[in-house]
T-cell receptor, first 115, second 115 residues
Framework: EAGVAQSPRYKIIEKRQSVAFWCNPI?????LYWYQQILGQGPKLLIQ????????DSQLPKDRFSAERLKGVDSTLKIQPAKLEDSAVYLC?????????????FGNGTRLTVT | AQSVSQHNHHVILSEAASLELGCNYS??????LFWYVQYPGQHLQLLLK??????LVKGIKGFEAEFIKSKFSFNLRKPSVQWSDTAEYFC?????????????FGSGTRLQVQP
């Protein structure tokens, strides 16, 4: 089966610019996650979707970050405006549902550098 | 909220040496426990998981982990490492007694196996 697709792989922007990342989960996966992984740290959850609804966005910096999954399939994560501390790898993951027997599948991530 | 601590940030071993990576979690309720691995240039992959039952779980590539509830620990072990085990290893947890299935990750341990 095709894995979780993310684009772009790399992005370099200047601070205060805007950027968007795209994720296409595995076909049929209802649950989608966006994680932020800063260098030297583990992934940190930004937002979790169940179909097109938000389950958890408690750690999403809503003043600058937004995400949507309008049709319950692919998703975009946007940062506007970017700060230096947003430099990180942004990981998308999906799972069939939220049950125990539904492991997370991760994409390769988008590496963002803010200068 | 859950938290995960991984004590070893960088481990260097020779081939055939035994491996043990520490993981402790903090949460008052029931948890599911996971180890993920990220090989250089690849996405995060599930190594093994514990939901319930036998606290000693076996995963892929000869890895195993033991859940010790009294110590809030889920250490990863392998009797004899290979050069191909060079990767970053992440311990993760989610709370079983809530609807949240998103994973909370530790900061990771970088394993370098020297031939």
């Amino acid at each position: 089966e095709a894995g979780v697709a993310q684009s772009p792989r790399y992005k370099i922007i200047e601070k205060r610019q805007s950027v968007a990342f795209w994720c296409n989960p595995i076909s049929g996966h209802a649950t989608l996650y966006w994680y932020q992984q800063i260098l030297g740290q583990g992934p940190k959850l930004l937002i979790q979707f169940q179909n097109n609804g938000v389950v958890d966005d408690s750690q999403l910096p809503k003043d600058r970050f937004s995400a949507e999954r309008l049709k319950g399939v692919d998703s975009t994560l946007k940062i506007q405006p970017a700060k230096l501390e947003d430099s990180a790898v942004y990981l998308c993951a999906s799972s069939f549902n939220t049950g125990n027997n539904s492991p997370l599948h991760f994409g390769n991530g988008t590496r963002l550098t803010v200068t | 909220a859950q938290s995960v601590s991984q004590h070893n940030h960088h481990v260097i071993l020779s081939e055939a040496a035994s491996l043990e990576l520490g993981c402790n979690y903090s949460y008052g309720g029931t948890v599911n426990l996971f180890w993920y691995v990220q090989y250089p240039g690849q996405h995060l992959q599930l190594l093994l998981k514990y939901f319930s039952g036998d606290p000693l779980v076996k995963g892929i590539k000869g890895f195993e982990a033991e859940f010790i509830k009294s110590k809030f620990s889920f250490n990863l072990r392998k009797p004899s490492v290979q050069w191909s085990d060079t990767a970053e290893y992440f311990c993760a947890v989610n709370a079983r007694d809530t609807g949240r299935r998103a994973l909370t990750f530790g900061s990771g341990t970088r394993l370098q196996v020297q031939p």
